[in-house]
């Protein structure tokens, strides 16, 4: 069965610090694998997509990297801010399908920056 | 340029109602997804249109749940009868083909 499993569930920072989240991922045969982030009362906004090849990815202060042997994938945030504060979903499509149905949502992790 | 719309942002019903449910999506995409959010859960896909083909219905979770798209535009998801398990984010995404989705806000629909 694939699954996306993200951790830590919830992350409260300081605004200015760095922080990792986690995706692990057992989706086959994998296609790529997407990070987006989703504030309070909108929808999904993507920040980044990775294929098979790529191992890193940056989006401003967003940098995702991805090892397919592993089946892992992080997101790391550099300097916080307070926008940062949402949800941040790790999502992975299987390959050649072109469905959603084949599109497997990890349950996000809540990232809360403070002062 | 416009992204997906969805309407309306928030639904309040009574048990055993119809609710319709609008997105629009962005134009010239062909793709359209409506996907639902529960609290503390992740997204359940529902149902998938690619442009005349016929749609992946596989995620609908009962026959009470329908959706159609008009002229590969604008898409309605339609509730049944609805139950207090149907309370939930109905979030609407629109891509070219296999490209990154674009979401929609949500409906907020809550069943009483």
């Known amino acids: 069965k694939n699954q996306v499993e993200q951790s830590p569930q919830s992350l409260i920072i300081l605004e200015g610090k760095n922080c990792t989240l986690q995706?692990?991922?057992?989706?086959?045969?994998?296609?790529?694998l997407r990070w987006y982030k989703q504030d309070t009362g909108r929808g999904p906004v993507s920040l980044t997509i990775?294929?098979?090849?790529?191992n890193t990815k940056s989006n401003g202060r967003y940098t995702a990297t991805l090892d397919a042997d592993t089946k892992q994938s992080s997101l790391h945030i550099t300097a916080s801010q307070l926008s940062d504060s949402a949800s941040y979903i790790c999502?992975?499509?299987?390959?050649?399908?072109?469905?959603?149905?084949?599109?497997?949502f990890g349950t996000g992790t809540r990232l809360q920056v403070t002062l | 340029g416009a992204g997906v719309s969805q309407s309306p942002s928030n639904k309040v019903t009574e048990k055993g109602k119809d609710v319709e449910l609008r997105c629009d999506p962005i134009?010239?995409?062909?793709?359209l997804y409506w996907y639902r959010q529960s609290l503390g859960q992740g997204l359940e896909f529902l149902i998938y249109f690619q442009g005349n083909s016929a749609p992946d219905k596989s995620g609908l979770p009962s026959d009470r749940f329908s959706a159609e798209r008009t002229g590969g535009s604008v898409s309605t998801l339609t509730i049944q009868r609805t139950q207090q398990e149907d309370s939930a984010v109905y979030l609407c995404a629109s891509t070219r083909r296999t490209d990154t989705q674009y979401f929609g806000p949500g409906t907020r629909l809550t069943v009483l």
């Open positions: 999502v992975v499509s299987a390959w050649n399908t072109g469905t959603a149905s084949k599109l497997t």
């Open positions: 134009s010239g995409h062909t793709a």
């Open positions: 990775m294929t098979f090849s790529e």
């Open positions: 995706c692990n991922y057992t989706v086959s045969p994998f296609s790529n």
